[in-house]
């Protein structure tokens, strides 16, 4: 069953701006991790943030976590054409650490 | 140097013939996985391979058959294919089984019944 689930479905800025991305999961987890997939080709991690941290950096990209909300977001400060993408979290839920389970995604269009 | 690499990339064919998606990593990874994406971008995972040894084995008709000769590698065999298997495959591995290792994946391959 879908673990995450991404909102916005798709958001579309201007370079420059930001954008911040959520997601919700269901069950309680040990990580979270974000990756993206841009057009035609296999995604890419991003980041990982653990279960006992709000708030991880790397980069322009932020990540925070509320556990007791199941919640994380994703912001990408000063956005860039090239950060046009999809992107998804995804969580290897307690006992099942191995297996990810990805949510639908965001598509964020970046515009130059 | 590709990573995770998959052949072919894109694979048409006809409804009733056999397929097989071949996968290989050159990262020294134990662990290597098979997604499905659908239309929607929806992924979701099919097997996984932990030094040869199959160790996920989601609800996936029996038509599909992964085979590990190695770990590092991972083949995908698709018997009977069917209109509902049209979508985008993806080959990962990752380190180890603990979870809180990123997976590294393909290119994916495009997989096209007609």
């Known amino acids: 069953s879908q673990q995450g689930e991404e909102d916005p479905q798709a958001l579309s800025i201007q370079e420059g701006e930001n954008a911040t991305m959520n997601c919700s999961y269901k069950?309680?987890?040990?990580?979270l991790q974000w990756y993206r997939q841009n057009s035609g080709r296999g995604l890419v991690h991003l980041i990982l943030i653990r279960s006992n941290e709000r708030e991880k950096h790397s980069g322009r990209l932020r990540v925070t976590l509320d556990t007791s909300k199941k919640s994380s977001s994703l912001l990408i400060t000063a956005s860039r054409a090239a950060d046009t993408a999809s992107y998804f979290c995804?969580?290897?839920?307690?006992?099942?650490?191995?297996?990810?389970?990805f949510g639908k995604g965001t598509l964020l269009t970046v515009n130059p | 140097d590709t990573a995770v690499s998959q052949t072919p990339k894109y694979l048409v064919t006809q409804m009733g013939n056999d397929k097989s998606i071949k996968c290989e990593q050159n990262?020294?990874?134990?662990?290597m996985y098979w997604y499905k994406q659908d239309s929607k971008k929806f992924l979701k995972i099919m097997f996984s391979y932990n030094n040869k040894e199959l160790i996920i084995n989601e609800t996936v008709p029996n038509r599909f058959s992964p085979k590990s000769p190695d770990k590092a590698h991972l083949n995908l065999h698709i018997n009977s294919l069917e209109l509902g298997d049209s979508a985008v495959y993806f080959c990962?591995?990752?380190?180890?089984?603990?979870?809180?290792?990123?997976?590294?994946f393909g290119d994916g391959t495009r997989l096209s019944i007609l």
């Open positions: 995804a969580t290897p839920p307690i006992g099942s650490n191995y297996k990810l389970t």
């Open positions: 990262l020294g990874h134990d662990t």
């Open positions: 069950t309680s987890i040990n990580n």
């Open positions: 990962a591995s990752s380190p180890g089984t603990a979870g809180n290792q990123p997976q590294h």
